[in-house]
């Protein structure tokens, strides 16, 4: 298995040797997450033309001691579900539930240990169980993460996560710059510009610079691109 790595976390001018930014860090600000309903649209183009596209429901609430983070995809294929519970105050995964196209995903998570089951449409169960070196987010809800970072100019974060039910990854987060994002209805979002680097692949990342919650994520090459981006936002590609 891919070992998680702490990493260093570097905020605005100055940089210093900071506990590895995982579920707890003291530099989480989990009060700025707010609950609500918002949609994105996801769209792919190749040789620059519209190749595909989706659309996603998400939804973030308070149950007790958890936030529950709620996204449901409508694809060309059909509707996919998922949902995060999720620790209100340390953001350490608790559980995680999907449904993708009839596969059933369950997962448990304890510290560095996950158990699950995934439950393919049309064969048996198989168990799945994910041991890490240190604690860890769940990269499905990592708008949570994006809402509760101390962002600023300078910012650095590496961050280690879990996307279930199958892949441990870390990636790098690096405020590089701001932005006012355009809306449909004339009006602007002031957004912080990251770039967002998992092994050789970086893309952009555009971060609400009052909330911190997801505004955009995209990356292009060789004509190729990839686009994710709240729905009252006009089209990265106009």
């Known amino acids: 298995m891919t070992t998680l790595i702490s990493l260093l976390v570097c905020a605005s001018a100055l940089c210093a040797q900071e506990p ?18 918002d949609s ?5 183009h190749r040789e620059g033309k519209l190749w595909r596209s989706a659309t996603l429901i998400r939804s973030v609430s308070r149950a007790g001691d958890e936030f529950v983070f709620a996204q449901t995809y409508r694809t060309p294929e059909g509707t996919t579900v998922d949902t995060s519970w999720v620790n209100a105050k340390t953001l350490a995964p608790a559980r995680y539930f999907a449904d993708v196209f009839g596969e059933i995903q369950r997962f448990t998570f304890t510290g560095k240990e996950g158990t699950g089951t995934v439950v393919p449409k049309d064969s048996a169960a198989r168990p799945v169980r994910v041991q890490a070196s240190a604690p860890f987010f769940n990269a499905v809800a990592i708008d949570l993460v ?4 101390p962002l600023a100019s300078g910012f650095i974060a590496d961050l280690p996560l879990y996307n279930p039910p199958r892949m441990q990854m870390a990636i790098k987060l690096r405020v590089v710059g701001e ?19 998992m092994g050789p692949m970086t893309q ?3 971060l609400d610079r009052e909330t911190g919650e997801l505004l955009r994520i995209g990356a292009s090459q060789a004509g190729n691109a990839f686009y994710k981006y709240r729905a009252d936002l006009k089209s990265p590609t106009g």
């Open 20 to 37: 590895a930014l995982a579920p707890g860090s003291a530099l989480l600000r989990t009060s700025q997450i707010r609950p609500g309903v």
């Open 204 to 206: 952009k990342l555009w």
């Open 146 to 149: 994006y809402a509760a970072l």
């Open 179 to 197: 932005e006012s994002l355009e809306r449909i209805d004339g009006g602007k979002v002031a957004a912080w510009v990251l770039d967002y680097q």
């Open 40 to 44: 994105f649209r996801i769209e792919s």
